[in-house]
Nanobody, 126 residues
Framework: QVQLVESGGGLVQAGGSLRLSCAAS????????MGWFRQAPGQEREFVAA????????LYADSVKGRFTISRDNAKNTVYLQMNSLKVEDTAVYFC???????????????????WGQGTQVTVSS
């Protein structure tokens, strides 16, 4: 079983940057696609970005394309989300999701992720 722990959230002004981390334990995630999702108050959880097992294939929601970058370090069993040019509408709890072992394809579908972290709050002020 994989445990995922997100960190790096906080309060930032619009236009600023944050880097989120998702540290995995329990087993390696090197053969699993990973993703970031977010949930704003009163809204459903939505896809943000995903990355394939080797870090080459990535997928982004249109709302973050060109501003956010997903990456991974398999040696550290960690996935990152670099968020630049943050907007007030990026305010949400950000969750890291992991697909099961050997599921290496990127997908924006929440139902295809088997493991989830507890989330980290990102608040962007105007």
């Amino acid at each position: 079983q994989v445990q995922l722990v997100e960190s790096g959230g906080g309060l930032v002004q619009a236009g600023g940057s944050l880097r989120l981390s998702c540290a995995a334990s329990g087993r390696t995630i090197s053969r699993s696609a990973m993703g970031w999702f977010r949930q704003a108050p009163g809204q459903e959880r939505e896809f943000v970005a995903a990355i394939g097992w080797n870090g080459i294939t990535t997928l982004y929601a249109d709302s973050v394309k060109g501003r956010f970058t997903i990456s991974r370090d398999n040696a550290k069993n960690t996935v990152y989300l670099q968020m630049n040019s943050l907007k007030v509408e990026d305010t949400a709890v950000y969750f890291c999701g992991g697909r099961r072992y050997d599921s290496s394809g990127v997908t924006p579908n929440e139902s295809e992720y088997d493991h989830w972290g507890q989330g980290t709050q990102v608040t962007v002020s105007s």
